[in-house]
């Protein structure tokens, strides 16, 4: 932030807090919106009984999770673009939040490189993991809504 | 206006990502989805409004759009006629926020040009920040939250989507009630399927002329199952003096004319449904019998000293009066007041309340509305004999029984009509009858319509043969215009907001505000409007929010707030 003379005053008065929580809430509902509700899109009521469905949903869902003209975004390509747009905006409990999403993704990130030669188990893992994540993001959206409120 | 039989459901999807349109295609085969061409090639989904618009003005729209709220796309693609922003921090972080909302500015446009279309439109927020807006642009939001963490979230709008095209699919009318395809109706409708088949009383709310009493006599009454009759009582009609007598009879000599033993309209209305209109006119002591009757089940005939238990389910209605907003508003006011017992409201359930919204607000049904007005009057034979007798003198052929007709609102629908007999409205009468504010709700749009059409078939020049073999009777726009400066003139003047925010804006006023567009000197109304209620209510918004709509909670009162900020006024200027 630029100063002004030698007195060490910001040039404009810093953002009000409530205004630098609506931010924060904004950024958790973007990531809700681009990978909580894409990650399991296509998730069934019940779990697919069949390996390849299972295998082919979550090539569409954690592989291709959004894609354009330009090509597709894995999951974890998806986190890495909001983390770096938006990831400053988390601290505290909120940031703690998004390092456990964080985590969940590295182990999404490997899994979907090695997704055509997953086991069945390992696919049940991905699986699991975009539950984790999808919560995750729905549970972050919440508390920063919560915290602008305050 | 002709009825069309449409095989399947088409459906446009308006999104940046195409999953959503693929979801549909495969877990949806019963639907058409609607293809957009773009750069040469065709695709399930469009990305932007330019995509959308072709399909949107052709001749076979969708019966919904599914439109996601959030794009990624700067304005000046998604909407092309937008500037560019620029690349200041400002436009930067305008485009920041705009992102998140990108699908309301479509819904905008799309609500201008194709007010009938259904829009669902989804969004992950779990409370969406502009449901106020969507509701607004009457729209079924669907969030994604809503979705189980073990089923997928497109499985849910699918399952969404099924159930407003069954909606919509559903008919129009029950008995004489109007239900149209609004969204605020199609809600509406899932409350009264709910809710009616209970023994819990019941508020009806709505301006007059919505139909209170025909929702209560052909929908809620059939679908209670109660085997009893449907009785109607108008409170405002009946002397305060003879008030407990017709409510809860009255036995032989209890008053001067009592000859014999009588009943009331709650034993009339034994297991079935009492219907109460006007409620808010009920005198102090009645209101304490009634509260009595539906608190204990049990009423006194005058001049008895016993009580005897009643089945009756109570009905009750309300417009107050009132020009906008819920009717629940007044009796709230009344309720404050004193003139109307909060314990007897309460009892009323008025949190359930079955809000009917004012014809100006469910413009999208102003069409079916016309079509089913011109239907009940082909279908009265008294006017179809005069009808039959127009047509035997152009020189068309008897109309049958069975036989279509066609109230067109153009030239060009009049054209491309397959029916034998054609009602024509000329296109700049149906625009006045769109853009009109209607006063008098749906009584008085079918009450225009169908002088409109006995003048144009028992009055009128005549009918035509058109070179297509049709029969053409015309309208007579200048009749119709009358009717409707009639009935603006007979417009009551807006009561019971208690807002005199307008007050200086009448004819001739200094106060009134200046701009160069129509558009502007909207947005300067309504900041002079909300400067005005700023001052009454001392700064209040939660008080501003209660005048406005009724309700003085939190959400409404932010709402007001960001509206009055949006209108570049600050509370503390205006203090």
Not at chain 2, 232 to 255: N, Y
Not at chain 2, 309 to 338: D, F, I, K, Q
Request: glycine residues 8%.
């Amino acid at each position: 932030m630029s100063q002004i003379g030698d007195f060490g005053l910001p040039a404009r008065p810093p953002a009000p807090y409530a205004w630098a929580a609506m931010g924060v809430s904004e950024a958790a509902e973007r990531l809700r919106h681009d990978l909580a509700k894409a990650i399991r899109f296509s998730a069934p009521e019940v779990p697919e009984t069949e390996t390849e469905a299972l295998r082919e949903r979550l090539h569409a869902d954690v592989a291709t999770t959004r894609r354009d003209d330009s090509g597709s975004q894995s999951a974890a390509e998806v986190f890495d673009a909001w983390r770096l747009e938006e990831g400053r905006h988390f601290a505290g409990a909120l940031g703690r939040r998004v390092d456990d999403i964080a985590s969940a993704i590295e182990e999404v990130r490997g899994l979907t490189v090695r997704l055509p030669s997953l086991s069945r188990p390992e696919l049940e893992r991905l699986d699991a993991l975009t539950r984790r994540v999808a919560s995750e993001c729905r549970a972050l959206a919440s508390e920063a809504r919560r915290d602008s409120r305050r | 206006m002709s009825a069309r039989t449409r095989p399947r459901a088409r459906v446009l999807v308006i999104d940046d990502q195409p999953r959503t349109a693929e979801l549909l295609a495969r877990e949806a085969p019963e639907l058409e989805i609607q293809t957009v061409r773009s750069g040469g090639e065709a695709r399930a989904h469009a990305r932007s409004w330019r995509e959308a618009a072709p399909v949107l003005e052709g001749r076979r729209p969708p019966d919904v759009v599914v439109l996601d709220l959030r794009f990624d796309l700067p304005d000046e693609q998604l909407l092309p006629d937008e500037r560019p922003l620029g690349e200041s921090a400002a436009a930067r972080r305008l485009r920041r926020e705009r992102r998140d909302r990108q699908g309301l500015f479509i819904l905008e446009r799309l609500r201008r040009r194709r007010p009938e279309i259904a829009v669902l439109l989804t969004t992950a927020y779990e409370e969406i920040p502009f449901e106020q807006e969507a509701l607004e642009l009457k729209a079924d939001a669907f969030t994604y939250a809503a979705a189980e963490e073990e089923s997928g979230s497109g499985r849910l709008l699918v399952s969404r989507l099924r159930r407003i095209l069954e909606e919509r699919a559903a008919p129009q009318r029950t008995g004489r009630f109007f239900w149209g395809t609004s969204a605020a109706m199609r809600e509406l409708r899932r409350k009264v399927s709910a809710l009616a088949p209970t023994p819990m009383p019941l508020l009806v709310t709505g301006p007059t002329g919505t139909g209170k009493s025909l929702l209560v006599r052909d929908v809620i009454h059939p679908l209670s199952g109660r085997p009893g009759a449907f009785v109607a009582f108008d409170c405002a009609t009946v002397p305060e003096g003879l008030l407990q007598a017709a409510l809860f009879g009255a036995l032989r000599g209890s008053f001067t004319g009592a000859v014999a033993d009588r009943p009331g309209v709650f034993e009339a209305a034994a297991d079935g449904t009492l219907f109460l209109d006007e409620i808010e006119n009920l005198a102090p002591d009645a209101q304490k019998m009634l509260l009595t009757a539906l608190n204990d089940g049990t009423i006194r005939r005058l001049g008895s000293a016993a009580e005897t238990p009643h089945t009756a389910r109570v009905v009750a209605a309300s417009n107050a009066a009132l020009t906008h907003a819920a009717s629940n508003a007044a009796l709230g006011r009344r309720t404050a007041e004193g003139s109307f017992r909060s314990d007897l409201l309460m009892r009323l359930n008025p949190s359930l309340a079955l809000e009917l919204p004012p014809l100006s607000q469910r413009r999208e049904d102003l069409p079916e509305l016309a079509r089913l007005t011109a239907s009940a009057f082909w279908d009265n034979p008294r006017h179809r004999r005069a009808i039959a007798s127009l047509v035997r003198a152009a020189g068309g052929p008897d109309p049958e029984p069975a036989d279509a007709f066609t109230l067109a609102v153009s030239e060009r629908e009049a054209r491309d009509s397959a029916s034998a007999v054609v009602f024509v409205l000329p296109g700049k009468a149906w625009a006045a009858m769109q853009r009109h504010p209607w006063p008098g709700n749906l009584r008085q749009f079918e009450m225009i319509l169908a002088d409109s059409l006995a003048a144009a078939v028992y009055a009128g020049p005549g009918a035509s043969l058109d070179r297509g073999g049709r029969v053409r009777i015309p309208l007579d726009p200048r009749m119709l215009f009358d009717l409707l400066a009639g009935a603006r003139a007979s417009e009551p003047p807006p009561s019971g907001a208690g807002f005199s925010g307008f007050a200086g804006f009448g004819s001739g006023s200094a106060e009134r505000p200046r701009a160069s567009s129509v558009a502007g000197f909207r947005r300067e109304l309504e900041r002079s409007a909300l400067r005005a209620l700023f001052r009454e209510a001392g700064g209040d918004f939660a008080r501003m929010a209660e005048r406005m709509t009724g309700s003085a909670s939190a959400k409404e009162a932010r709402a007001v707030r960001l509206r009055f900020n949006k209108l570049g006024l600050s509370a503390r200027d205006e203090k």
